[in-house]
DNA sequence: AATCACATTGTAACCGTTTGCAGTTATGCA
DNA sequence: TGCATAACTGCAAACGGTTACAATGTGATT
């Protein structure tokens, strides 16, 4: 027995005002008596009337959603971001559709596609790599998208993110200082803009400034997890590092314990920094001093940013740039 | 200067047919001539026309956009959860609205709303607790309703879970076989359903069987984070316990942590089973033994399920168990 | 009492598809 | 060749709202 959906209609019948006018009321529009309100309002509530969205939607071209990319909800790092982002948007009455793209290519292209057709309006866009595939979806599409903690230096869309350069520069540094001559630098993979153009560049910078030679073999690329990072424990090894910087706090933790495991001791043998704070980063023993990064806040922010695109209205930075910090924990000395 | 939008007409006037025909093509009906389909299928790349799914789903009641209220996609215990329904939506063609629920009561309800109003074509639901509140919108609704490692042992939704019960029963019997007269059980809030009706009774039974009286201070309620757990420790040494068994691995981190501060040597001095296996289980030193849960797996068989449902198929079974496990790790002996 | 501005309400044209039904054309078979 | 049947295709009515625009009612003003 299928319910019966009662409409906007029934609604105006019941009412005995025009559905023009259920509809004022449904919208809070100030030109309805308040007589008339009431009495709406207790029909509404009478039959239990819920507008539909759809139709919503299709009337006024506005669907009140907006798309999400993620790379992987699985993701600390992501979900948060995800978390900061829905937070805002419920704030402002904005549901989420939330697409996994596993940074492949071809998935981020379909995702978007089923956002567009959906009618977002707007999207935030995660992930390391964006490649021309991508940024035509993105110059084809009529709502505006926002990247967060993800960053491209060829298109110009707007985004929040922080200076993953000077973080990651800074963190190198402070290795360097403790008189480390072969800092490792752990990161993901280098095909992923965000590596290769920022974080590395930070880290080579450091490099420079210090005097010390760039060294190919000490740039070890993960895939961003646990079991990776424990793999590349040897490898760090093999490339005679004393210290690492590691992009990543899952990988950190893998590359911190298969060290531990493989009786290296942390900070007396080797010292670490890591970059999100993430929980997992004061989970481990010894736990990890880290880079701090306002995860949350990036993705509130974009999102924050997203509701003002949505409304026309004019951005003061474009690219927003947030502060980031660093702890200084059990696995430096 | 907005993007012209086109549509289905302007298919249908450039490829010199109605738009029923190009309805059909777009859709995939096989009523169309093979000579029409490509000649329409030319024309749509052309015009690079995509379908706008919210005139679609007006017309056609279905939106083949799934609801997914999750307590917090913060927890990794629920994101991968979220990652199975997402998975399997995706392969059936499925987008996802996600809506943090916070557990709370008030955002719970809105978010059901909302997600009605949108007119999803069903519904997976992730929470603890499930009130009468929640009941009544879950009858009112005119979708599937699914869920996904949450019980209620009051109204018969469909529901994927294992068998909490036995899990917890087992591994602390498990403990007690060790020799522990006093294991704790450390929870979520008792408040919680499923913490309740289903988990404090496995641990009971367990004692039950071992004729081990049951002591209330050996319950402690932390709130699921590595903060609470951590917290915990002092507790349980107060009430004297020699083992634990923990249901939710941060929480199980922090107890762990909390307890080697402390001095306490885990195992030597305290055993600890923890209850997901999630990757934190693997992360601390020592690593936890675990409870297994098919997480993933529980979110992929619910969506699953649901679109049974929503393809009004018959359900073999209306309340799955999945099979769970026990992994031994170094926080046992 | 006539007039005017403003507050309120109703009318009806979309929004972009899907889909039942009817019409048209092609095919198979006696 | 004639006709029933099947394969295509088009027509037009929904789907459930929003929103210009028109219509009406109201009290104030002169």
């Known amino acids: 027995m299928e319910k ?65 990319v993620i790379p992987d909800v699985t993701d600390h790092y992501f979900a948060e971001l995800a978390r900061g982002i829905d937070d805002v948007a419920a704030m402002y009455h904005y549901q989420i559709i939330l697409a996994n793209s596993d940074e492949s290519d071809t998935k981020e292209l379909q995702v978007l596609e089923n956002l567009l057709s959906k009618q977002v309006d707007g999207i935030v866009f995660m992930g390391n790599l964006i490649d021309d595939g991508i ?42 200082k403790n008189g480390h001559k072969r800092v490792a630098f752990v990161t993901g993979s280098l095909d992923h803009g965000i590596n290769r153009e920022f974080k590395l560049k930070g880290y080579m910078n450091a490099l420079a400034v210090a005097g010390v030679d760039y060294d190919e073999s000490l740039v070890l690329q993960g895939d961003y997890d646990y079991q990776s990072g424990y793999q590349i424990a040897a490898l760090v090894q093999d490339a005679k590092a004393t210290a690492a910087v590691v992009v990543n706090d899952e990988m950190a933790a893998g590359l911190l314990n298969g060290l531990t495991d493989a009786g290296v001791n942390v900070p007396d043998d080797f010292e670490l920094i890591t970059n999100n704070n993430s929980k997992i980063a004061v989970m481990t023993r010894p736990q990890m001093s880290s880079i701090t990064q306002p995860i949350y806040d990036l993705g509130a922010v ?20 947030l502060p980031h910090g660093y702890i200084d924990r059990d696995s430096t000395k």
């Open 135 to 176: 940024r035509k979806e993105f110059a084809r599409a009529d709502v505006p998208i926002v990247l967060a903690g993800s960053v491209d230096h060829v298109s110009e869309q707007p985004s929040v993110n922080i200076d993953y350069t000077t973080a990651i520069g800074e963190a190198t540094t402070k290795l360097l």
């Open 4 to 68: 019966q959906t009662i409409t906007i209609y029934d609604v105006a019948r019941e009412a005995k005002v025009s559905m023009a006018t259920v509809s004022r009321v449904v919208n809070g529009n100030a030109n309805v008596k308040q007589e008339t309100k009431e009495k709406v309002e207790a029909v509404i509530e009478r039959l239990g009337y819920r507008p539909n969205a759809v139709a919503r939607g299709l009337a006024s071209r506005r669907t009140t959603t907006i798309g999400v």
């Open 302 to 321: 974009a999102m924050r940013m997203l509701t003002k695109l949505m409304n026309h209205e004019e951005l003061a930075v474009k690219n927003i740039i």
